[in-house]
């Protein structure tokens, strides 16, 4: 299974992005979808997450109201769109998709994609 995310950038404070996170190979089942991003020297963060039953989204506060996770459960396929960025949204963002129930955790994600990078210039 390869997840392969895309859409990120350079793109100045106040503007918006969209990643997209497309899975191929095998078929696999999952509970949802998730981003995470991670900052220069720091560890990865969970962002936002999609559960595939019932359509429940969740986020961080540091980008609630900002960033909106949608997706679809047949294609493995989740995006993220992010608005108002701000320099600190700069960081190197990664799909996973999630084989356990708690989809906030990065305990539950099994199966990652490459990341890609999104920068915000102030």
């Known amino acids: 299974v390869q997840l392969q995310a895309s859409g990120g950038g350079l793109v100045q404070a106040g503007g918006s992005l969209r990643l997209s996170c497309a899975a191929s190979?095998?078929?696999?089942?999952?509970?949802?979808m998730g981003w995470f991003r991670q900052h220069p020297g720091k560890e990865r963060e969970f962002i936002a997450a999609?559960?595939?039953?019932?359509?429940?989204?969740y986020y961080a506060d540091s980008v609630k109201g900002r960033f909106t996770i949608s997706g679809d459960n047949a294609k493995n396929t989740v995006y993220l769109q992010m608005n108002s960025l701000k320099a600190e949204d700069t960081a190197v963002y990664y799909c996973?998709?999630?084989?356990?129930?708690?989809?906030?955790?990065?305990?539950?994600?099994?199966?990652w994609g490459q990341g890609t990078q999104v920068t915000v210039s102030s």
């Open positions: 190979g095998r078929t696999f089942s999952s509970y949802g």
């Open positions: 999609i559960r595939w039953s019932g359509g429940s989204t």
């Open positions: 996973a998709a999630a084989r356990r129930q708690w989809i906030v955790s990065e305990r539950s994600y099994e199966y």
